[in-house]
């Protein structure tokens, strides 16, 4: 019998050993596709951008939450993995990117329970960022990227490895 090589079948579970016992995880399979985007900022992505938000995306699920990931359309600039808080993964990020954030995309696999990180996005010069949606205090995020006039995207999907 052959195993195929390509991802595990819907349903499947992931293991991974931790210290005294065991974390059980479904493996992320969703896809843009999937997702309900929706854009609550005022200013909508560009074509540009868009390309770069969705290859952001398929990046970062690849990368231990707390994940950031810095790119263009076609190449990651910056990543920032398993950090106690979203800020410091986007700190990270961002300094590896250095001067190619500006311009650039910016992606996350869970939402912004503080608008500090759209901050520090936009100071580093990102002009739209993805990531899932769902904080309670999703408003200061949006109102924080409509002061630096950056799109941003809502998937409604986390994603969430470790």
């Not at 499947?12 to 974390?23: A, I, R």
């Not at 810095?70 to 993995?81: N, Q």
């Amino acid at each position: 019998m052959a195993i195929p090589l390509d991802a595990p079948a819907a349903g499947e579970k992931k293991l991974t050993s931790v210290g005294g016992g065991l974390l059980v995880q479904d493996y992320d399979f969703y896809t843009l596709d999937q997702a309900e985007l929706t854009i609550p900022t005022k200013r909508q992505p560009t074509a540009e951008e868009w390309e770069a938000l969705q290859f952001g995306w398929k990046v970062v699920k690849h990368v231990k939450s707390n994940a950031i990931v810095v790119c263009s359309k076609d190449m990651t600039l910056g990543v920032g993995a398993g950090q106690m808080n979203r800020v410091g993964a986007a700190q990270i990020a961002l300094q590896q990117a250095g001067e190619k954030a500006r311009g650039a995309v910016l992606a996350s696999d869970a939402f912004f329970p503080m608008a500090d990180t759209v901050e520090a996005a936009a100071a580093a010069g990102i002009t739209a960022i993805i990531q899932p949606g769902g904080s309670i205090r999703d408003q200061d995020s949006i109102e924080k990227a409509d002061q630096y006039n950056l799109a941003m995207v809502f998937t409604g999907i986390r994603h969430f490895k470790h």
